[in-house]
């Protein structure tokens, strides 16, 4: 057990609705990490956050925003869904503190869009 | 984050050690080499990290080059629940940026 929590674990939705995935973070961890895993593209880097702002994006779709509240907690909210939007988001945290610390993930959310 | 190359795929008898390598030839000095591995779609999960000493810790070995071009993850005595994609990161801060990883198939 990593100690970051996602719900919901599975979900289905139909196309153009929008869900809303969320993610607490380690006891402490002050920065979430957003990913996506697709079986035709792996692991990408989604948005990154810390402290409640913003600290960097990657390939992070306009349709998908996300934030971080001040107990810490982090969701990812998902519009307009397409059927390629259908994959497992994971969510991961760091302490982000100090030199070299490491990023834990949680168990994913398995979105289904159909 | 400089990139990293790994083998596709890998074998191991169980109870052999796993060794997996790993080339990051553009690495630069303040960036860290990550190890992390996923079982079947679940988290990925940390094994271990290292700057330019070898490191070691419960799970595996962590041995890094002393130019920092390469380093090999090994895995003293391999079981099949070992069976993960392992991937290799360097990484220098921000996120972790996953390339393909190896397959690495424990088999008995």
């Known amino acids: 057990d990593s100690g970051v929590t996602q719900t919901p674990k599975h979900l289905i939705t139909a196309t153009g609705q929008r869900v809303t995935l969320r993610c607490s973070p380690r006891?402490?961890?002050?920065?979430v990490y957003w990913y996506q895993q697709s079986l035709d593209q792996g692991l990408q880097f989604l948005i990154q956050?810390?402290?409640?702002?913003?600290?960097a994006k990657g390939n992070i779709l306009e349709r998908f925003s996300a934030q971080q509240f001040p107990d810490l907690h982090s969701e990812l909210n998902l519009s307009s869904l397409e059927l390629g939007d259908s994959a497992l988001y994971f969510c991961?945290?760091?302490?982000?503190?100090?030199?070299?610390?490491?990023?834990?993930f949680g168990e994913g959310s398995w979105l289904t869009v159909v | 984050d400089a990139k990293t190359t790994q083998p596709p795929s890998m074998d191991c008898a169980e109870g052999r050690a796993a060794n997996l390598p790993c080339n990051h030839s553009?690495?630069?000095?303040?960036?860290?080499v990550y190890w992390y591995r996923q079982i079947h779609s679940q988290g990925p999960q940390y094994i271990i990290h290292?700057?330019?000493n070898n490191e070691t810790n419960e799970m595996a070995s962590l041995i890094i080059t002393e130019d920092r071009k390469s380093s090999t993850l090994i895995l003293p005595h391999a079981t099949l629940r070992d069976t993960a994609v392992y991937y290799c990161?360097?990484?220098?801060?921000?996120?972790?940026?996953f390339g393909k990883g190896t397959s690495l198939l424990v088999t008995p």
């Open positions: 553009t690495i630069s000095g303040n960036e860290y």
């Open positions: 956050y810390y402290n409640g702002e913003e600290r």
């Open positions: 990161i360097v990484h220098s801060g921000y996120a972790l940026n």
């Open positions: 006891s402490g961890d002050l920065s």
């Open positions: 290292g700057l330019k």
């Open positions: 991961a945290s760091k302490d982000d503190r100090g030199a070299g610390n490491t990023i834990y």
